[in-house]
Structure formats: structure tokens, C-alpha cells
């Protein structure tokens, strides 16, 4: 009898299963990654995904302990608080956004807060986001996300598939690719429906009023009715309001003690000096948006608003040296990213503007060490571009090869000119790693040569060496020059010049084998 074999990606599907119980509402939940998981990939993308969402909020160290110290008394609350390491920051962002990543880094944006109207209503976002950590949400999800991905990958080792897809891993640079998955992904219905509920529990349990957390939802849905564009790409991308979620906020919260702390007057007072400055980010926020139309009268009025009424920020410093890069006028650049990097030397983008700068004026060292301390603080392809540039230079081929390679994972033009200088550096040693070529026969038996440029790098110049066995059994060889241009990812064929009376003969007798190539200027 035929023994009946187990489909693979069963088995590769009960080996990794697991069920664990949700250590907040106290079901079972299907869940791959554990507490350790957690930790590990919060504690790595805290840091990067600040970096690339504004950095941290540094201008009122008051209000960071002042939110640092609501999310404690919530976390305190928290059910795997001895699991978890809570850490809790202001972004400087004007978008109104908060998230969390597993583990429990949170973070909550600038213009979030200026939304808020008391502590409670601070204390239910905080509370949310605390119990998407708190409930691995996140783990959750990477968990169903794996399982599904692991049927695929199994489906395709049954049909021996071959495809790779290098855009596929690819983010951006700027981003690790989990944070941005991490972050953009929307949790499902019953994530969310746990964490209003549980939120509103620890609100209570730390003595809050849970109704806080309904006028929240009753703002958030009259924003979200009112289709603001600033509001529907933040907060909402990812926790969409909707008339249910109000109406479940209502009813979880009439089944709470009634009382505690709405905390209104203490919160204005707190976040007297944010609300202050509101004026002066929203007008950056023009300047931004006008300097990239490249209307830079603009820009520089609405920047030199923002600066009338705070001159200390770092990015209206460092937008002014973007202005007088743009205006050509560069010793006034390097000066307002110097002075950018004093006021918050946190923060990557003083030190990579900086660097691009110098590396312009040719001041190699200093480039060199700014755009390195750039990397520090969050990986670009325009910082590993530049450093592989001055490596290549130096001739230190190995650390340039190093830094193109990270470079060229981004489809910015950045990534697109390290991929371009990796193929150069490569290319006169193996030119048929870029450069694919085969022979091929037609219907009256002659022979062609087929090429195809695997890179995004147009070619020319392209010499096909060729050897092959003649009737006589003798081996003739020879090579032809394809002129080109042959573009990036492109594909062409020409006559060899040959004959085989059997087609069939083909591979037995003849090879092909790109020897030389260079880049078309």
C-alpha cells in the first residue's frame, strides 16, 4: 500500500504553530513570536523609526516628563508590565499620529497633543496604544503574517520556483522595512475593539476617567467626517474612528466606575508652551511645502515666521540651510547646519545636509565625519553613497563595494547611482555577471546571438566571445562587438554568421560567453 505523503507546508505550518494565551483579555490567540521577539525588535526600531518620523520633540523637557509620566501610571497598569520595558516619547511632528511598537516603545507626535483637550484624553491614547503592546498586537499580526507568507514559500518549493524579487524587501532605506511594516499595518477590528476597551479599563485602574477616552472618539469622528487631510493620513491610517467604536467606548465605559481625573485645566497648563509654538510649525510646514514647488520666496517668509517665534528649533534651522543651498549660496548653508546640529545633535539630518555640502566643496574630512555620524543615528542611501564615493577615491575598494551595496537597496537616485558606480567597479573583471548572453537557432538553422542587460545600467561596447565545432569536428572561435546602447533591463539578438545542419546540436557545439563591456555615458 502507497504510503500517503503530508503535504510540506503542513508540516512546516505544525512546527512553528503555537497558541498562547492573550495575557489581557485571557483567550487564545495564534502567536509565533514571543515576549523575547518583542523586546528585540522594539528596542532595534525605536530609535531608526524616530529618526525618520522628525525626531524627537526636545524644545519642553517639562512636557516629555509630563507624558512620560501619564504613560507610566498607565503601563503601571499594564499585565505583562514586568515583561515589557514602556519607554514613552514626544516626535516632532506635526501630523497627529501616535503608535506603538512590540515591546512598548510608544510614541505620541506633537501634533497630537495640541488636539487633546485634557490628561484623560491624553491617557486614552496612551492607554490603546499600551494595550496594543501589552496584547501583542503586533506580534499577533507578524504571527499570521509569517503563517501566510510560509504557504507561499512552501507552494513554492513544491513547483521548484526560482522567482526572487529584490524589490520586494525593499522599503525605502530610510526605514528598517519591519518598523515600516510594523507601522503601517492595520491592526484588525478585534485588535482595535481590545484596545479601546482595555485602554478605558487602565485609564480606571490608574484613575482616570474612562470618559475621556469617548470624547476623544467624538472629536476623532467629527474630524474624520470633516475628511481633514492632515488627520486621515496620521492617527487614522492605521486606527480608523468609526460610529461603532464611539458607541463601544460609551458602553465599556457605563460599565466602569464612574469619577476620576479628567485632569483638563492641568493639561492645558502643561502643554501652554505647544500650543504656543503651534503657530510657528505650521508655518515650517508651508515653508516645506513651498520650498519643495521650489517657490523659495515663499518659503524663506514662512520660515522666517516660524523662527520669529521660535528660533531655537533645529528643523526651521536646518530648512534654512536647505533655502540657502538652493540659492547657491553655500558657506550660509554649512552655517545653518552647523547651528542646526547644536540645537538638537540628536538628530540625523543636520549632519547628513552638512556633509552633502562639504562633500560638494570637496572638504572630504568633514564630510566624511558628518555624514558618518549620520549613519549612526538612522541608515540613507545618500550618506552611504557619498562615504562609498570617497572610499573609491581613496582606493579602499572594499569599504566603497561596502557602502554602495547598502546604498543600492534604495530606488532613490542615491541607490540608483551606487548600483551604477557597483557595476563599474565590477564590471571589467565580470562582465557577464551584468551582461546575459546565450545562443540560439531559427528556422533555416543559423545561428543568433541573444544578450540581455541585467542591470539598470544602460551598456555599450558589448564583445560576445564564441566557440564552435564545425562539421569537421574542428573548434573555431571568434568574437563580435555589439555597439549598443543596450539599456537597462533590455534585451536585443544579432546573426552569428553560423550554420548547423542539426538544430538539435545546438548546445553540443556552439558557446557564447560575454567577455567585455562598458557603461553607456
Same mark, same amino acid.
Given at each position: 500500500?502507497? @504510503? /500517503?505523503?503530508?503535504?510540506?507546508?503542513?508540516v512546516l505550518t505544525a512546527q512553528i504553530a503555537a497558541c498562547s494565551v492573550n495575557p489581557v483579555t485571557g483567550e487564545r490567540n495564534f502567536q509565533v513570536y514571543g515576549t523575547d521577539w518583542e523586546q528585540e525588535v522594539g528596542a532595534q526600531m525605536?530609535?531608526?523609526? @524616530?529618526?525618520?518620523?522628525?525626531?524627537?520633540?526636545? $524644545?519642553?523637557?517639562? =512636557?516629555? *516628563? %509630563?507624558?512620560?509620566?501619564?504613560?507610566?501610571? =498607565?503601563? *503601571?497598569?499594564?499585565?505583562? @508590565?514586568?515583561?515589557? +520595558?514602556?519607554e514613552f516619547t514626544i516626535l516632532n511632528d506635526s501630523s497627529p499620529n501616535a503608535w506603538a511598537l512590540p515591546g512598548g516603545k510608544l510614541v505620541i507626535n506633537r501634533g497630537l497633543l495640541t488636539e487633546l483637550n485634557s490628561e484623560a484624553e491624553l491617557a486614552a491614547v496612551l492607554g490603546h496604544e499600551i494595550v496594543h503592546a501589552d496584547a501583542a498586537h503586533g506580534a499577533r499580526a507578524q504571527s499570521k503574517a509569517m503563517l501566510t507568507q510560509l504557504g507561499a514559500v512552501a507552494t513554492m518549493i513544491v513547483l521548484g520556483s526560482t522567482?526572487?524579487?529584490?524589490?520586494?524587501?525593499?522599503?525605502?532605506?530610510?526605514?528598517?522595512?519591519? &518598523?515600516?511594516? =510594523?507601522?503601517?499595518?492595520?491592526? &484588525?477590528? *478585534?485588535?482595535?475593539?481590545?484596545?479601546?476597551?482595555?485602554?478605558?479599563?487602565?485609564?480606571?485602574?490608574?484613575?482616570? +476617567?474612562?470618559? !475621556?477616552?469617548?470624547?476623544?472618539q467624538e472629536t476623532f469622528l467629527k474630524l474624520s467626517e470633516g475628511r481633514n487631510e492632515d488627520w486621515l493620513s496620521g492617527l487614522f491610517a492605521s486606527h480608523p474612528p468609526s460610529r461603532e467604536r464611539l458607541e463601544n467606548?460609551? /458602553?465599556?465605559?457605563?460599565?466602569?466606575?464612574?469619577?476620576?481625573?479628567?485632569?483638563?485645566?492641568? %493639561?492645558?497648563? /502643561?502643554?501652554?508652551?505647544?500650543?504656543?509654538?503651534?503657530?510657528?510649525?505650521?508655518?515650517? +510646514?508651508?515653508?516645506?511645502k513651498a520650498a519643495s514647488d521650489n517657490d523659495l520666496d515663499l518659503a524663506q517668509r514662512k520660515l522666517d515666521e516660524a523662527m520669529a517665534i521660535e528660533p531655537r528649533e533645529s528643523k526651521f534651522l536646518a530648512l534654512q540651510g536647505d533655502i540657502h543651498a538652493l540659492n547657491e549660496k553655500a558657506n550660509r548653508a554649512l552655517s545653518s547646519y552647523r547651528r542646526a546640529i547644536e540645537a538638537n545633535p540628536g538628530f540625523f539630518y543636520g549632519y547628513l545636509r552638512k556633509g552633502q555640502m562639504e562633500y560638494a566643496l570637496e572638504e572630504f574630512p568633514s564630510a566624511r565625519a558628518d555624514l558618518t555620524r549620520s549613519?549612526?543615528?538612522?541608515?540613507?542611501?545618500?550618506?552611504?553613497? $557619498?562615504?562609498?564615493?570617497? *572610499?573609491?577615491?581613496? !582606493?579602499k575598494v572594499e569599504n566603497a563595494t561596502v557602502h554602495f551595496k547598502a546604498a543600492a537597496q534604495s530606488e532613490s537616485k542615491s541607490g540608483q547611482q551606487a548600483n551604477r558606480e557597483l557595476v563599474l567597479m565590477d564590471l571589467a573583471i565580470n562582465p557577464s555577471r551584468y551582461i546575459g548572453s546565450r545562443a540560439v537557432i531559427d528556422d533555416a538553422n543559423t545561428i543568433w546571438i541573444q544578450i540581455g542587460n541585467l542591470t539598470s545600467v544602460p551598456m555599450k561596447n558589448i564583445?560576445?566571445?564564441?566557440?564552435? =565545432?564545425? +562539421?569537421?569536428?574542428?573548434?573555431?572561435? &571568434?568574437? /563580435?562587438?555589439?555597439?549598443?546602447?543596450?539599456? !537597462?533591463? @533590455?534585451?536585443?539578438?544579432?546573426? $552569428? &554568421?553560423?550554420?548547423?545542419?542539426?538544430?538539435?546540436?545546438?548546445?553540443?557545439?556552439?558557446?557564447?560567453?560575454?567577455?567585455?563591456?562598458?557603461?553607456a555615458e
Open positions: 500500500m502507497k @504510503k /500517503k505523503l503530508i503535504p510540506l507546508w503542513l525605536y530609535a531608526p523609526m @524616530k529618526q525618520s518620523q522628525g525626531g524627537e520633540f526636545i $524644545l519642553d523637557p517639562e =512636557l516629555t *516628563d %509630563y507624558v512620560r509620566g501619564v504613560g507610566g501610571r =498607565l503601563a *503601571d497598569q499594564a499585565r505583562r @508590565k514586568e515583561e515589557l +520595558d514602556f522567482v526572487d524579487s529584490q524589490a520586494a524587501r525593499e522599503v525605502a532605506m530610510i526605514v528598517p522595512a519591519m &518598523g515600516a511594516q =510594523l507601522l503601517t499595518q492595520k491592526y &484588525g477590528r *478585534d485588535a482595535e475593539r481590545e484596545s479601546d476597551e482595555f485602554g478605558m479599563l487602565y485609564m480606571s485602574e490608574a484613575g482616570y +476617567d474612562p470618559q !475621556g477616552a469617548v470624547e476623544l467606548n460609551r /458602553k465599556t465605559a457605563s460599565g466602569l466606575p464612574a469619577g476620576g481625573e479628567m485632569g483638563g485645566e492641568r %493639561y492645558l497648563a /502643561k502643554t501652554a508652551y505647544l500650543r504656543r509654538v503651534k503657530p510657528a510649525y505650521a508655518a515650517f +510646514d508651508e515653508a516645506n549613519l549612526e543615528l538612522i541608515p540613507t542611501a545618500e550618506a552611504h553613497y $557619498l562615504l562609498g564615493m570617497m *572610499d573609491k577615491d581613496a !582606493g564583445e560576445i566571445s564564441y566557440a564552435w =565545432l564545425d +562539421d569537421q569536428g574542428q573548434t573555431r572561435q &571568434g568574437a /563580435k562587438t555589439y555597439r549598443g546602447p543596450l539599456g !537597462g533591463g @533590455k534585451q536585443d539578438q544579432f546573426k $552569428l &554568421g553560423i550554420e548547423l545542419s542539426n538544430a538539435r546540436e545546438l548546445s553540443r557545439r556552439v558557446r557564447v560567453e560575454v567577455t567585455a563591456a562598458s557603461v
